[in-house]
């Protein structure tokens, strides 16, 4: 089935659908059933087609994509298949989203840092940093095993930009469970992070628990989270500063149209003066100034 795209020059390319997960806040196994990975010779086609069309960064999709090739014959790893398609002849840049951190394995790691196409961008959703709520979301690991995990990334890709999903709120959630997810936010220091008040969605676990925290504790909470991952995106933005970074030209800058923007490796957003043939180019940037979400 043809796609319709809104870019170019970046590309997402699902290589499995479904979840067998069954977080207890989430409905996506409920709607899209069990995990069902496509081969990889058609996810390797799909992206050689899109080469011959020019685009130049390609991000692969599934709910959890550790568990990619699970369920084939033969088994194919995820690891696998990222060194595949790195061999992809006209690529420029792949990423991938979203992995889970209980499968999140060693080769894993080890390809991110081997392969010259993988950028070292890891989006890592912790959740919640409190142990007993991560039993309570059904998410199959402990805060401790997460900060271990974070050490091995750290310790093997030592430029890794690492971004986070945080539920704020979580039926039951005290304020010690609260602290050890300020906590983890503080040994993490995350480049940035997508933060939520929780919400119900019917036929979910959660949907039913009786513990719901009311709504103006769960905003206090949020309030206090965004201040403490703000405050170390734009420290670990400030860090670029002065260095010269390649960037994968996307288009004009959306807050100001004389400026070109896109994005480095690791996935800061940067906007800076240049000429608008250098669109769907890499090119080299010095970084001048930085703020709490994005680069000039």
Do not use: W
Not at 117 to 136: N, V
């Amino acid at each position: 089935v043809p796609i319709d795209r809104e870019s170019s020059i970046k590309a997402f390319v699902t290589i499995m659908y479904g979840c067998n997960n069954f977080c207890s806040y989430c409905i996506v196994p409920y709607v899209r059933g069990r995990e069902r990975s496509r081969s990889p010779e058609s996810i390797e086609k799909e992206i050689k087609d899109l080469v011959k069309k020019g685009y130049k960064e390609i991000t692969l999709l599934g709910q959890n994509v550790n568990s990619y090739g699970k369920d084939l014959k033969p088994k194919v790893t995820f690891a696998n298949l990222l060194k595949r398609i790195n061999n992809v002849s006209g690529l420029d840049r792949l990423r991938f989203m979203t992995p889970h951190p209980k499968d999140f394995t060693d080769d894993v790691i080890d390809a991110i840092a081997e392969c010259d196409k993988l950028c070292e961008q890891i989006h890592l959703p912790i959740q919640s940093g409190s142990t007993r709520l991560l039993k309570k979301m059904n998410r199959n690991y402990s805060k401790e095993k997460y900060l271990a995990l974070v050490d091995k990334i750290k310790d093997k890709i030592p430029d890794a930009a690492i971004t986070t999903d945080i539920i704020v709120g979580f039926p039951g959630e005290t304020e010690d469970d609260f602290q050890d997810t300020l906590d983890v936010a503080k040994k993490v220091q995350y480049d940035s992070a997508f933060t939520f008040i929780f919400s119900k969605r019917k036929g979910t676990p959660a949907d039913e628990m009786k513990d719901q925290i009311p709504d103006d504790v769960k905003h206090e909470r949020f309030n206090r989270l965004v201040e403490v991952i703000n405050e170390f995106s734009a420290k670990k933005n400030k860090l670029y500063e002065g260095r010269i970074e390649e960037i994968l030209v996307e288009g004009t800058s959306k807050n100001d149209e004389s400026k070109l923007m896109g994005r480095t490796r690791s996935g800061k957003l940067v906007n800076f003066l240049g000429n608008s043939e250098d669109i769907g180019k890499l090119v080299k940037v010095h970084i001048i100034k930085a703020n709490s979400f994005s680069l000039y």
